[in-house]
């Protein structure tokens, strides 16, 4: 039976369409189709982002269609047989035909196929093994790929341990795929593998690990996914730091009754201790970048204590200590913490507080400390630090006089 899915418009998008014609004129009609998560979302009516192409061109031969049509092409993983095509700034990855020689549970030698059927076989869940045509003509060369998308069924392509010993970076994708797209209650023979193979993330690197992590915590509402991560032991192997779910569940319960923005980051804060070591150990681990290691370890700075009953004047001066971002995220975590519901007034307070009070700029320079007789060098700072305290104890005063005679005082007494 031939399926057909009406023509979507990313389909008909420029930068698609002209990716498209070049590998047809180069190898024939069929000789490529959208594969994977855009012909998955097509299916259930959801959003298209990356528009990932296969093609029976080798790539090779990709490299000089794309090239004779006029379009860079990137050789972004070629040994694998995949090249980024680049219109109009964006990228589109074309794949070549492949089945596996050889794997390592981290990387696979590939031979390059014409057979689409090999192609599917070689792929992670049978949702992800579907091929769509330009014309609208979806392939299904499982047979189960299509029922699994509408039911939420997500299932191996094949024996689950031989696609998990190919790639052990498939076990998070389960649970990745299973958070953002399954109902009901998951495949008994993919959890059974996921446990039973679950050393096997260890090898992996840390980029890998975190990019498919990050992913995941970005769905609507992992609750339950981390739950069963965690009884089967995957959990443990890939982030040891964490004790218990309590905190995150109620994260996620916060987001959820007040309609915020999910922050995966902050999700993965929420899972480990409020610990700073914990946390660096993490961050490094997963090789995050520099900006997400700091904002990992911000949450869990002990300079400052948060709790919903502050003062306007002790917000003020938190966010001063801590800046906006900092404190919103310590806000944020000590809710999730907390018992108090997310109708509670106060935390809801905190949180919009930074966006309706800038800090102001302190109001003494190193020159002006100078000039009041003070030698330069560490002296200069530790009077910055003396002058500052009492200036934030005064709520910030605007009073530059008063400030001034402060330094003065200041000055003259460390001169005795």
């Keep these: 039976m031939t399926i057909r899915l009406p023509i979507q418009s990313w389909m008909n998008a420029p930068g698609v369409a002209a990716v498209m014609q070049a590998l047809v004129a180069r190898g024939g009609p069929g000789a490529a189709r959208f594969v994977g998560g855009c012909v998955r979302d097509a299916v259930l009516g959801r959003p298209v982002g990356d528009v990932d192409i296969a093609t029976v061109l080798a790539p090779q031969e990709t490299l000089g269609a794309l090239a004779g049509a006029g379009i860079r092409a990137e050789p972004t993983g070629i040994d694998h047989g995949t090249v980024t ?33 090999e192609d599917a076989q070689r792929r992670d869940f049978r949702l992800n093994a579907l091929y769509l045509d330009t014309d609208g003509t979806l392939y299904d060369p499982t047979g189960e790929g299509l029922a699994d998308a509408r039911t939420g069924r997500i299932v191996f392509v094949g024996d689950a341990r031989t696609r998990i010993r190919e790639d052990y970076l498939r076990i998070l994708r389960f649970f990745r795929f299973w958070a953002w797209y399954g109902r009901g209650a998951p495949d008994p023979d993919a959890v059974s593998a996921c446990a039973a193979l679950k050393d096997g993330l260890a090898t992996l690197s840390g980029e890998r690990v975190a990019k498919e992590l990050l992913k995941l915590l970005a769905a609507d509402d ?39 923005a999910c922050d995966p980051l902050l999700r993965l804060a929420a899972l480990a201790p409020d ?17 997400q290691k700091r904002r990992l370890l911000n949450c869990a700075s002990d300079e400052v204590r948060i709790v919903s009953w502050m003062s306007p004047r002790e917000i003020r001066r938190a966010i001063y200590r801590l800046g906006a971002e900092a404190f919103k995220d310590r806000a944020v975590l000590a809710w999730a913490a907390s018992d108090r519901p997310a109708t509670t007034p106060q935390w809801r307070m905190l949180l919009v507080y930074p966006d309706t009070w800038t800090p102001p700029p302190f109001p003494l320079s190193g020159e002006e400390i100078m000039a009041a007789g003070v030698a330069e060098g560490p002296l200069v700072g530790r009077v910055r630090q003396e002058i500052e305290t009492w200036w934030i104890d005064l709520d910030f005063t605007d009073d530059k006089m008063a400030v001034l005679e402060r330094l003065k005082a200041v000055a003259q007494g460390l001169a005795y």
């Design 275 to 291: 610990d700073p070591a914990a946390l660096g150990a993490m961050g490094e681990r997963l090789r995050l970048s520099t900006r």
């Design 85 to 117: 095509a680049v219109v109009a700034g964006r990228g589109y990855e074309v794949t070549s035909l492949r089945r596996d020689v050889q794997t390592d549970g981290r990387r696979a030698v590939v031979a390059f196929t014409t057979d689409w059927s």
């Design 222 to 260: 992992p609750r339950g996914v981390l739950r069963l991560m965690a009884a089967c032991g995957v959990l443990n192997v890939l982030l040891p730091e964490v004790q218990d779910l309590s905190r995150f569940e109620g994260l996620v319960g916060v987001e959820t009754d007040l309609l915020f």
